[in-house]
């Protein structure tokens, strides 16, 4: 089983439309979990963490279910300059080892 | 806003052959990692850094691989002899603190190509 694993899409996304997909993770002892995005060729950027409890930010949400090892990510009102690759970020054994999942492709379209 | 650099940009290489990236990490960090994305795949950790020590490192890193911070700003990614498997981006990340909900900030990468 790989350690995150995510859809790769790609999302197709209306202009102003809500997209959300989620993440899964292996390791049950994780403690952080982020979301990065990476545009094309480009580096990771964190884009939010991700807390217990859910946070937003913007017009970003993100959940966190322990229970169900799963992340989830949801863009509202979505904007051409969201297209890129959302990439689940989770700690690995250890802190400072990052664990990434392959990314989710989301497209914004006019 | 404060940035992690790296150079070069582009590094084209013939199999067999040492490389160096370079990276220097945001001024005040501590803590300094080096991951690689080979094309179309996932970003892989390979090594972080502390107090002039590996705090830790994957198996991806052989004793192929080095890294050193030879003066106060610099933090070296070596590889020996390089392979055609090894090409990839390297992406050189630093952060503050030792804590797992601490941001890691990524530099915009080293694209080395081995031929």
């Known amino acids: 089983r790989k350690e995150v694993e995510q859809d790769p899409g790609p999302f197709n996304v209306p202009e102003g439309a809500t997209v959300a997909f989620n993440c899964t993770y292996s390791?049950?002892?994780?403690?952080?979990f982020f979301w990065y995005r990476q545009d094309c060729r480009k580096e990771p950027k964190l884009l939010m963490s991700?807390?217990?409890s859910g946070n937003e930010d913007g017009r970003f949400t993100a959940q966190l279910n322990r229970a169900s090892q799963y992340i989830s990510l949801l863009i509202r009102d979505s904007k051409l300059s969201d297209s890129a690759t959302y990439l689940c970020?989770?700690?690995?054994?250890?802190?400072?080892?990052?664990?990434f999942g392959a990314g989710t492709q989301v497209v914004v379209t006019p | 806003e404060p940035e992690v650099t790296q150079t070069p940009s582009h590094q084209v290489t013939q199999m067999g052959q040492e490389v160096i990236l370079r990276c220097v990490p945001i001024?005040?960090?501590?803590?300094f990692y080096w991951y690689r994305q080979i094309l179309g795949q996932k970003v892989e950790f390979l090594v972080s850094?502390?107090?002039?020590?590996?705090?830790?490192k994957s198996e991806i890193f052989d004793d192929q691989f080095s890294v050193e911070r030879p003066d106060g700003s610099n933090f070296t990614l070596k590889i020996r002899s390089t392979k055609l498997e090894d090409s990839a981006m390297y992406f050189c990340?630093?952060?503050?603190?030792?804590?797992?909900?601490?941001?890691?900030?990524f530099g915009p990468g080293t694209r080395l190509l081995v031929l």
């Open positions: 990340a630093s952060s503050g603190r030792a804590s797992s909900m601490e941001t890691q900030y």
């Open positions: 390791n049950s002892a994780s403690q952080s």
């Open positions: 991700v807390y217990s």
């Open positions: 970020v989770v700690n690995g054994d250890s802190w400072g080892k990052l664990q």
């Open positions: 001024s005040n960090h501590l803590y």
């Open positions: 850094f502390y107090n002039n020590e590996i705090s830790e």
